[in-house]
């Protein structure tokens, strides 16, 4: 509960006007912390701590807070603090802020900003949402390959505060990049050595209109700081930072989750979000998955007859469709998961239906002994709700059965479906439980009325 | 499907002896493309590619395989080879790799380390698992803040290329950690300056046996590229870098899904886990599921009469208790993530109840009107499954009272579960679709028995 402290002790401060030490508070926290506790900070006393702050960290304060928080902040600054905080923020920072912020406040941000900051922010503005050019920053160091170390190292002194990464450079001719160099191999190397020799010429860089999920991938494959995305013709025209990279792997994430839940994705945290944009999130899914539920009642309706000739049949029907859903969720998870984190492609179906439909055998053998076990025990000894008798036994055959054969199928379903939907270019977290648990209710309830009605002469 | 080109064209100038072309080859590719293209060479092609690695790569390569082939490539190789090999990783990736390979392999690889490179991976590998511990290296820069900035880059120079990252340097004093200063400030600080005047003393730390969830949690928050660790006394042991971060986000997420899922978490990727383990990762939470679904089959038995009576309401059963379940997955589901990244805590848990209450009313309403009009023009006018009388009417009634409590009910537990296993300092997860489901299954049959019952007077 460091933070709650934090925004205590500055409020305190704030109100003993000891701005001797709220400056020096303010000074020595991380500020990440800052953003956090200034958050929690009313109006007028965050007003105050964050003209308290040092040039250099105010803009990186403002860049970690929350788009409200960063609203009220703008209204209460005058134009010349504005531009200072503009001018020092990272260009995809700025581009983020212009879009998140209302029309006026646009204004008043692209009026405040240096010319090529405001060139720069439009240009990141232009690129379509989730393409790695909407992630992208035009902050990085760029060489060429006739520069020796030295002159590389004493380039990075004079430009290397203004550059989101130093770690990474980038060299380019006419302005098409043809290398990456490490500040490592830099550091490490003599220092009249050529660029052109350390540097790499196979590097990996995307294209500006790739999907930024595809930089993230990269990025976590090749263990990079930055990746380069060039325009068509191959010219560098900006980076993706490791840190954008996890936050893309975050929200691609929960996105999956969401869909996986039946919930249609947003961006936004859950308490950001309104009841009607939540309820409007939810309802979609909730009456597509109403309607299809509505054909295992019909599956029900037409077996109306045997269920009212032998009523203990309906008090295994929740067993069977939750077990079926269940076990064909296990499966579309795993699938699901698997094929997002590139671990099974759609060339693997086979070997997964031949894993899934073994584990399916094995899964419905020890259910099925286990079920029957449970009803001998409990529902004809113990309860006796259902009979002890020849006629018991077959129904407790015909449910043994049936949770055998739905499993098969369930598991089918649940691994074929996403991996369907991979191949088909769409998205398998679509195919998740809800589907799944739908399409398997109506295949056990037939399965179910099949059997029985033939072993039972119903 | 590059990386299929490269194994194959691998492939072919082995088969050729084309070996100046083959070493052109993996000299231009990156290590890890290199890694994957070995992965799908027969052994034999392997190892030769293997031996063709400039040195400096051979391990880089080593490191990015999956452990199964590195056991092969091990058994190939001497002992000489492997001594190099190991001695050039790093020594967190050495320390995995020991704790993967069996007995006989494990103290090959010992025996062909240095000691120092020993003692080290025995250090680590004392570390409980999940432990901070169990994922930092010992490979880091470390500096003394009497230090000169031109000093430091010398001393970088010296050691840096057999450090994981150089880009944040650690200063101690008498091995106690002290500060944190960047290469980004080295390189652009006078030369002249002291290493004391440019480290930051307001770091974020944390002990090795803190969880590595935190570490990674840490390194997201403040975009760090290394996370110092230290033993209990602050002096510095390790450091955790951004890709093991990336790792850990990832395996947790896995391992959120997988419980979510009624899965119980396993390390292996989908395709390396064999028939049976996979069954014992599913069937505990199927066999335990299927008890509790037997529970609500009890409430069915004990209301045979009426639906004897009323045959009619049976079809609707399974409706009720999808969109229950989903309703409540919708919530769960939510709040779990809400819960993992830190958005939604247990004190906010009065907010989110209100929150949810107010959506669930909404979807209830919405879906319950739905449903109204739904069973009026198909189930009544159209198939004539149910009767358009008075009579049908008080079914159709007790249908959509029932929904919209039962989802009312769902999003309730579906919201609040989560939370209070987070607050009992339990895994929010585990309370997921499948428990949610189970337990709505119940409440939804219950609510309708008794408004039907009370409704239609049965």
Redesign the interface.
């Known amino acids: 509960m460091e933070e709650k402290t934090l925004s205590e002790l500055l409020s305190e401060k704030v109100g003993e006007k000891d701005f001797k030490t709220l400056r020096a508070l303010l000074h ?3 500020p ?1 912390d800052v953003a956090e506790a200034l958050a929690e900070l009313p109006e007028r006393e965050m007003t105050v701590c964050f003209r308290m702050l040092d040039k250099d960290t105010a803009s990186e304060v403002f860049s970690g807070m929350e788009p409200d928080a960063q609203e009220l902040l703008i209204r209460s600054l005058s134009d010349k603090e504005l531009k200072e905080i503009v001018d020092d923020m990272w260009t995809d920072d700025a581009a983020d802020l212009v879009e998140e912020m209302p029309a006026n406040v646009v204004s008043r941000i692209l009026a405040a900003a240096s010319p090529e900051t405001r060139k720069s922010i439009n240009e990141l503005l232009r690129y379509p949402e989730d393409s790695v050019g909407s992630i992208m920053t035009p902050d990085y160091v760029s060489l060429k390959e006739t520069m020796t170390v030295d002159e590389a ?1 004493a380039h ?2 004079r430009v ?2 203004d550059k989101e990464t ?2 990474t450079c980038y060299v380019t001719d006419a302005r098409k990049l043809i290398g990456v160099v490490s ?2 191999s830099l ?2 190397a003599d220092g009249s050595a050529p660029i052109a020799g350390l540097m790499h ?2 590097f ?1 860089s995307l294209n500006t209109d790739d999907d930024r999920e595809v930089a993230a991938a990269e990025i ?4 990079l ?1 930055a990746l380069p995305a060039v325009d068509k013709e191959g010219r560098l025209v900006g980076i993706v930072t ?2 954008d ?3 893309v ?2 929200e691609e ?2 996105e999956d ?2 869909i ?4 249609s994705p947003s961006e936004k ?3 950001k979000t309104g ?2 944009e ?2 409007k999130q ?2 979609p ?3 597509l ?3 299809s ?2 054909f ?3 599956i ?2 037409g077996f ?1 007859e045997a ?2 000739a032998c ?2 049949l ?6 069977l ?3 079926g ?3 064909g ?2 499966s ?4 699901i ?2 094929l997002a ?1 590139g ?2 492609t759609p060339k ?1 179906v086979l ?2 239906v031949g ?1 899934e439909l ?2 399916a055998a ?2 419905g053998l ?2 099925a002994a ?2 029957f076990v ?1 009803i001998v025990l ?1 529902e004809m000894l113990l ?1 006796k ?1 259902l009979d002890f008798t020849p006629q018991g036994f077959l129904v407790v055959t015909a449910v043994c059965l049936t949770l055998m054969i739905t499993i098969l199928f369930a598991k089918l379903i649940g691994c074929t479906l996403p991996i369907a939907a991979k191949a088909l270019k769409l998205d398998p977290a679509v195919m998740a ?2 589907f799944i ?2 399409a398997v ?1 109506a295949i056990s ?1 037939i399965v179910y009325f099949f059997i029985s009605t033939q072993i039972l002469k119903l």
């Open positions: 020595e926290t991380n990440v190292l990075i002194r290397g505060l130093v770690y500040a490592r550091l490490i010429r196979n990996v976590k494959k090749y263990g700081i490791v840190d990279a996890i936050e792997l975050e994430t929960t989750m969401e996986m839940a039946a919930i945290p859950y308490l009841v009607l939540t309820w939810r309802i899914w909730l009456l998955l109403m309607v539920a509505t295992t009642g019909m029900i309706s109306e269920l009212a009523t203990a309906t008090a295994f029907i929740p067993m469709m939750d077990t859903g269940n076990s969720s296990q579309s998870v795993t699938i998961r698997a984190l671990d099974v693997d070997t997964v894993k073994r584990v094995l899964c020890t259910l286990a079920n449970k409990v309860f709700s439980s809800p648990t739908t209710d309830l």
